[in-house]
C-alpha cells in the first residue's frame, strides 16, 4: 500500500501535466486504500489477539491433557492393582470356599460328636440325680434314725448315771475299803478287792463281802434293762492252793460264779448276769509289790446298758 501511495505522488510531483480530474481520482482512491489500510491494521490487531487467546487457551488445554495423561496413568495403575486385587479375591474366595466346606465338614461331626456326648452326659445325670434323690431320701431316713440313736443314747447315758449315783449310794460305806465305784465309756464298774470278799486262795465270799454284793443287788434287780458282767481277776503268782483248783483261770471264773450265785439268790434276773474268769491277763497295777498285786486281785461287776434297741436300728 506504501508502495502505491509513493507512485502516486512521485507521478503527481513530477508530471505538471495531469490534470485535476486524475489527481482527484487518485486522491479518492488514496483515501480509501487508507481506510482500508486502517481497517486491515484494526483487523490484524484484532487477529493478533485473538490469535495470543487461542495459543493461552491451547497452552492450558496442553497443561490439561498432561495432567489428565497422568490421571490416566495412575487411573490405568489403578486399574491393573485392581484386577490383580481382584483375582487374589477370587482365588482367596474359591480356596475359602472350598476350606469352608471341609470345615462345616468337620463342625458338622464335631456337633453330632458333641450331641451323642450330650445326650449320654443328660443321660447319666439322669441316673444320678435318681441315685442322688435315692441317696438323699436314704440319708434323710438315715437322719432321723440317727436323731433316735442320739436320743435313745442320751437316755441310756442318763440312765447309766442314774444308776452309779444309785450304785454309789448303795456302795458308800464300802467306798475307801477297797471297793471302788466310776463310770466309764458308757458302763459302770463296781471294782472290789479280793481282801473285800475273799480269803487267799479261796472263792467264799466272807460276811463283809456278801453284805456289799447284797446291797448291790438291790439296785440292780429294780434295773432289769442292764447287763451284768462279772469278771474275776488274779495277779500273776501261780495257783498252788489245791482244792479242786487248776490255776488262776480256774480260780478267777469260781470268784466270779461265787458273786453271780450272790446275786441271783437276791433277786437279780439271772438273764443279765454273765460270769467271766480273766485270771492274770488284765491287771490294773503293776505285779512286782505287794499293793500292785492286791489291786489285781480283785472282782469288776461291769453293768452295761441293754443296747438291743440301738443294734436293731442299726440293722434296719
Known amino acids: 500500500m506504501k508502495k502505491i501511495i509513493t507512485l502516486i505522488l512521485t507521478l503527481v510531483i513530477t508530471s505538471s501535466c495531469v490534470s485535476k480530474k486524475i489527481y482527484q481520482e487518485l486522491e479518492e482512491k488514496y483515501n480509501i486504500l487508507k481506510n482500508r489500510n486502517q481497517d486491515l491494521v484494526g483487523e490484524n490487531d484484532d487477529l493478533f489477539s485473538t490469535t495470543k487467546d487461542l495459543e493461552d487457551t491451547n497452552l492450558k488445554l496442553s497443561k490439561s491433557m498432561d495432567s489428565l495423561q497422568v490421571v490416566k496413568a495412575k487411573l490405568l495403575d489403578d486399574v491393573v492393582a485392581l484386577e490383580t486385587r481382584k483375582k487374589q479375591l477370587e482365588n482367596s474366595y474359591s480356596e475359602l470356599s472350598q476350606s469352608s466346606s471341609e470345615e462345616l465338614d468337620a463342625k458338622a461331626k464335631e456337633i453330632l460328636r458333641?450331641?451323642?456326648?450330650?445326650?449320654?452326659?443328660?443321660?447319666?445325670?439322669?441316673?444320678?440325680?435318681?441315685?442322688?434323690?435315692?441317696?438323699?431320701?436314704?440319708?434323710?431316713?438315715?437322719?432321723?434314725?440317727?436323731?433316735?440313736?442320739?436320743?435313745?443314747?442320751?437316755?441310756k447315758e442318763t440312765a447309766m448315771q442314774h444308776l452309779k449315783d444309785a450304785v454309789s449310794n448303795a456302795l458308800q460305806n464300802f467306798e475307801?475299803?477297797?471297793?471302788?465305784?466310776?463310770?466309764?465309756?458308757?458302763?459302770?464298774?463296781?471294782?472290789?478287792?479280793?481282801?473285800?470278799?475273799?480269803?487267799?486262795?479261796?472263792?467264799?465270799?466272807?460276811?463283809?463281802?456278801?453284805?456289799?454284793?447284797?446291797?448291790l443287788a438291790k439296785v440292780l434287780k429294780q434295773n432289769k434293762d442292764i447287763n451284768v458282767l462279772i469278771e474275776g481277776h488274779t495277779d500273776n503268782a501261780p495257783y498252788n492252793g489245791g482244792n479242786g483248783i487248776d490255776d488262776n483261770w480256774d480260780l478267777s471264773t469260781k470268784r466270779a460264779t461265787a458273786?453271780?450265785?450272790?446275786?441271783?439268790?437276791?433277786?437279780?434276773?439271772?438273764?443279765?448276769?454273765?460270769?467271766?474268769?480273766?485270771?492274770?491277763?488284765?491287771?490294773?497295777?503293776?505285779?512286782?509289790?505287794?499293793?500292785?498285786?492286791?489291786?489285781?486281785?480283785?472282782?469288776?461287776?461291769?453293768?452295761?446298758?441293754?443296747?438291743?434297741?440301738?443294734?436293731?436300728?442299726?440293722?434296719n
Do not use: C, H
Open 114 to 155: 458333641l450331641s451323642q456326648e450330650l445326650d449320654t452326659k443328660e443321660a447319666t445325670l439322669i441316673a444320678e440325680n435318681t441315685r442322688l434323690e435315692n441317696l438323699q431320701n436314704k440319708l434323710a431316713s438315715r437322719s432321723e434314725r440317727i436323731q433316735q440313736l442320739e436320743k435313745l443314747i442320751a437316755s
Open 176 to 215: 475307801g475299803n477297797g471297793l471302788t465305784v466310776y463310770k466309764k465309756n458308757g458302763k459302770v464298774y463296781v471294782s472290789m478287792e479280793n481282801k473285800l470278799l475273799f480269803s487267799s486262795g479261796s472263792w467264799s465270799v466272807g460276811n463283809q463281802g456278801k453284805s456289799a454284793v447284797i446291797a
Open 259 to 315: 458273786i453271780v450265785r450272790i446275786l441271783i439268790n437276791n433277786a437279780v434276773d439271772a438273764k443279765q448276769v454273765t460270769a467271766a474268769g480273766r485270771s492274770k491277763y488284765l491287771p490294773i497295777d503293776t505285779n512286782n509289790t505287794q499293793q500292785g498285786k492286791a489291786k489285781n486281785r480283785r472282782i469288776e461287776v461291769i453293768l452295761a446298758p441293754n443296747l438291743d434297741a440301738i443294734s436293731k436300728m442299726l440293722e
